[in-house]
């Protein structure tokens, strides 16, 4: 995949480049039962765009596919179903830069990849005048929107450039109660993280809020985080080397059943909550697979 972004440091050029890809996106209807995509992706999105308004006797010029057949029957005429465009909703965007998204040896850092994602729904979202919120977890604090609102997109770029605050890291707890504080009812939320301190008892704390809210897991990855080369791996602070020898098959098939088994985890999760759940590598497209996930088709 050609790239013409950083693929190492968030910039607000990158960010901003990517309104003109997002302007020919629509945020599709939600329901609460999850369908189940391709490979490792749970979409909880349906195909249209709209909500449901009422039914009325059918019309020359209506769409036959809107039929209500159960109506139709009862009836003994035909009936379709009417829609209208679905009502403003919030778009919640949480999004880990915590010093283990700051990773990759192949495509771009997790850190990249969440804000350049979340920055592309928000433009999605802004184009349909949603209002945005966020979350942001740094090392040293958990930055908020506050609220959510229509004049949010710019405060969230420049707080993904320059995520500064003071204090110490929130928990996936503090997190979600936050969320119970901020979002309101019929909201989506996306997160953006490797979830790799993610816990049980935050999916028991999350669960009442998906009852009115639609939550997108967005599990981001390296390949070296999944499989463990047979191979010697150099690391690097920039300043220091390390050399490690890694031919132990035995290690190398518990480092990839320990990393498998959280995937598999959030993947229960998903379905077990109807969330939508879809695992992104860094050397992937993501982009592309973001849109296919959400909107039934990639980008151009």
């Known amino acids: ?37 391709t490979g490792n992706t749970f979409s909880p999105f349906k195909s249209r765009g709209l909500d449901f308004q009422e039914v009325r006797v059918y019309q020359p010029g209506d769409d036959i596919r809107q039929i209500d057949w159960h109506i ?48 592309f729904m928000a433009f999605v979202a802004e184009q349909q005048k949603n209002k945005i919120g966020y979350l942001i977890l740094t090392d040293d604090t958990l930055l908020s929107s506050g609220e959510v609102s229509h004049d949010t997109l710019a405060p969230l770029l420049d707080t993904l450039v320059k995520p500064s605050g003071k204090g110490k890291t929130a928990s996936w707890a503090e997190v979600v109660r936050l969320l119970g504080q901020l979002l309101p009812a019929g909201s989506f939320t996306f997160l953006f993280s490797d979830f790799h301190d993610w816990q049980q008892t935050d999916t028991d704390l999350l669960a009442p809020l998906a009852e009115k809210n639609t939550f997108v897991f967005c599990s981001i990855y390296d ?24 031919q132990d098959d035995k290690a190398r098939h518990k480092f990839h059943e320990e990393w498998n088994a959280q995937q598999s985890k959030l993947e229960k999760m998903a379905r077990k909550y109807g969330y939508g759940f879809v695992s992104i590598a860094t050397d992937s497209d993501y982009l592309d697979l973001m849109t296919r996930f959400c909107f039934g088709r990639g980008v151009k």
């Open 1 to 37: 995949m050609q790239r013409s972004h950083d693929a190492i440091s968030i910039r607000l050029k990158d960010l901003v480049d990517l309104r003109a890809q997002a302007e020919s996106f629509l945020l599709p209807d939600s329901g609460k039962k999850a369908l189940v995509g």
């Open 223 to 246: 390949t070296l985080e999944a499989t463990l080369p047979d191979d010697t791996l150099p690391f690097s602070d920039g300043q220091n080397t390390l050399v490690v020898k890694n």
């Open 72 to 119: 139709t029957a009862k009836y003994g005429k035909p009936f379709t179903k009417l829609y209208t465009e679905e009502k403003e909703r919030a778009i919640f965007f949480v999004i880990d830069l915590r010093s283990p998204m700051f990773f990759a040896t192949h495509g771009d850092f997790k850190s990249v990849i969440s804000a350049r994602l979340a920055a």
